[in-house]
């Protein structure tokens, strides 16, 4: 069928000077292919780049929008005219207001950060976004440490840093934002002087507490992102849930031994950590990396990766760690990744969630304790000075230590047996039930899980848990024992 | 380059100043000229945006366009443009507006805030839509 397509006055110069192009075509989506055939210019005009009309374009067969008809699949017959008619939309949007506003970078600072500026998914824009940006870092441990040092590196404009701890000796095996010569020093100082050194163009503002739900929300507020580098359940949850509360993506990290994980939580766009981990494990289930051990550059993996969605989020990057769990093992070298999904039933980010502000979450992750299962009685203790105090009046006694023979060689408390706590109960034979037993291993967390043992398996004597473990009898009684 | 008296562009400021918090936008008739283009009457259009959106959006639907159009042809004269106003922003256009374009046709905005019209500038899309140039606005004392 013959039909008239007319076309506007500012598109003419593609359509060789023409006002009125006639095509021979059965539908209106086959005429403006035709016409578009010949005068191939006119086509980026009026499609984009997924062969689709422009949004803006608008086609009317006859009197009609063909939008109204059934489209690009709209009949034509004999006779009938096309005409093309722009709707007309524009205006300022938020990226001029925001360009406008972003801080300019000195020479000084083009200098510094030339290996973003001319790649064109950061550039100028980017980098002045990296600027304006600011970032609450939970924790300057071993996560902390890269996420800190690789975010001031990239210049992002404000770093928080949230931590109560000092420096110790064992931190410095993965925790390279400190130094020796920070031992006894308070870490966000610490942490402070060794970002400064890295980039004087930004600023660095410390807060010295622990993150609590009394003061999450008021420290949040001040910040794009928030980096969640803890090592506890009952923080780990807190970050989640201020961060759900105030709308702020949880760049998470967590490692343990030879495995991490990384994703990133953001409620307005996937699954946050409780669609994850509705409940907390039991207390002790899990161990930390005080028990358990972490190989040192572990963090140094995790927390590059949490830096560099960090630093993806803020140049609004596509392929962030949204709704997607990265795991990693070192040992085997191995990363795996599982799909998450948000829940709508989650109680902080759900339809109908219950958790409408920040609760106790120390009670939280211990209340989940008492719906597992409960040893049977009272877990009985003693203090290191009283263990020493029983020893030195002579008391008969038999010392138990549950931990790894590794650990043995480390450090050991004099006059006890050794019975990895894998073993405890084939090796039961080998306690005397008559005397009192006193059960240690590092921390005290594993020997209370000795015991329990050793109750269930009917072993009839007295057992008795060192609080705090071999630490405890190191800094109370012995300094001369090791500390790891 | 595109021809327009002062009267003209006072009444585009106005306009801004007018709808301000709101972007204001309208027609520009004329014609298309050897030189470039002559605009001959600004045609203001109300902003067919929702309330919420008016801020920082603007559109003139296809039928208004169309009856500009006639109204141009009826006064023997072509649509050869649009102008809108930026509240509280510069008087460059966006990717947004980017997007939205036809080359040949002027885009003249102008930067407005309560108070007063700030900077007004034309722009002309590169013919293969990757930017806009600013258009020289040659401007014809009454």
Known sequence: ?????????????????????????????????????????????????????????????????????????????????????????????????????????????????????????????????????????????????????????????????????????????????????????????????????????????????????????????????????????????????????????????????????????????????????????PPGLVPSCAEGGVLGVLPGIVGAIQANETIKIILGAEGLLINRLLLFDAWP??????????????????????????????????????????????????????????????ERLQIVDVREPHEFEIARIPGTKLIPLGHVVSRMNEIDPDVDTIVHCKAGVRSAKAIQALKRAGFQGRLINLKGGITAWSEDVDPRVAKY | MISISTDLLNQIREHGVKDYPYECCGLLLGRFTEEGKTVKQPYPISNAREESAKRNRFLIEPEELMRGERFAREHNLDVVGFYHSHPDSPAVPSQYDLDHAWPTYSYIIVSTSAERAGDLFSWEQEPDRSRFNQEEIRVIRD
């Open chain 1, 333 to 394: 070298m191995k990363f795996r990744e599982f799909k998450l999904r948000k829940d709508p039933k989650c109680p902080v980010c759900g339809e109908q969630p219950t958790v409408k502000e920040l609760i106790d979450y120390e009670e939280f992750c211990g209340m989940a304790a008492h719906q597992a299962p409960q040893p049977d009685s009272k877990l009985e203790e003693i203090s290191a000075t009283e263990l020493n105090a029983r020893r030195l009046r002579g």
């Open chain 1, 1 to 281: 069928m013959p039909v008239t397509i007319t076309i506007p006055a500012p598109l003419r110069q593609f359509a060789a000077g023409q006002s009125q192009i006639t095509v021979e075509a059965n539908t209106a989506g086959e005429a403006l292919d035709l016409l578009t055939a010949t005068h191939s210019a006119l086509r980026r005009h009026l499609f984009n780049d997924q062969n689709v009309l422009r949004n803006f374009v608008n086609v009317y067969l006859n009197d009609e929008d063909i939008r109204h008809a059934s489209g690009p699949n709209t009949p034509v017959k004999d006779g009938d005219t096309i005409m093309i008619v722009p709707s007309i939309a524009g205006g300022a949007v938020i990226e001029t207001e925001v360009a406008q506003s972003l801080p300019e970078l000195s020479n000084e600072e083009i200098l510094r950060y030339s290996r973003h500026l001319i790649m064109p998914e950061v550039g100028m824009q980017g980098q002045r976004r990296l600027k304006a940006a600011s970032v609450l870092m939970i924790g300057t441990g071993g996560l902390g440490a890269p996420v800190g040092m690789y975010l001031a590196a990239a210049g992002v404009g404000r770093i928080g840093i949230v931590d109560f701890d000092v420096v110790e000796e064992s931190n410095l095996q993965r925790q390279i934002i400190h130094g020796t010569k920070d031992l006894g020093r308070r870490k966000i100082e610490s942490a402070r002087d060794r970002l400064r050194d890295i980039n004087p163009h930004i600023e660095i503002e410390t807060h010295e507490s622990r993150l609590t739900s009394h003061n999450a929300m008021r420290l949040f507020r001040n910040y794009d992102i928030i980096v969640d580098g803890t090592d506890n359940f009952p923080t780990r949850y807190l970050v989640n849930d201020a961060c759900v509360l105030s709308g702020k993506p949880n760049v998470y990290g967590s490692i343990f031994r030879f495995e991490g994980q990384a994703s990133v939580f953001w409620a307005e766009k996937g699954a946050c950590y409780r669609c994850l981990y509705p409940e907390p494990p």
